[in-house]
């Protein structure tokens, strides 16, 4: 939720003319992965969990390459980029690594 919180303080700097337009999509996407989490961790069953893992693994995927758009646009900084970047990275690989262990010890592919 932290990473959320500061997705928001990043976009709500961006220049006005995008607050329907990057700032928005940037901020959904970073909102539906802790929500594609919480929704596939109650599902019943571990398949279905690793379904909105991957979808949570796409939405991160987005704002990635959003914020990277948001850089060469000139809406943020090279060191604002690098280190929101460090931190997405970072929950990209445990949600990675959650649904290589799903896979493994439940045997899904």
Do not use: C, W
């Not at 500061?6 to 607050?19: G, H, L, S, V």
């Amino acid at each position: 939720m932290e990473l959320t919180k500061t997705i928001y303080a990043i976009t709500e700097k961006f220049p006005k003319n995008e607050t329907f337009g990057l700032s928005s999509q940037i901020q959904r996407a970073m909102v539906s992965v802790p929500s594609n989490i919480a929704e596939g961790a109650l599902r019943q069953y571990k398949k279905e969990f690793l379904q909105f893992l991957h979808l949570a693994r796409g939405s991160l995927g987005e704002v990635i390459t959003q914020l990277e758009v948001a850089k060469e646009l000139k809406y943020i900084d090279e060191e604002t980029t690098i280190s929101i970047g460090n931190k997405l990275e970072e929950l990209m690989k445990m949600i990675n690594g959650t649904i290589a262990s799903l896979r493994k010890n439940h045997d899904l592919r």
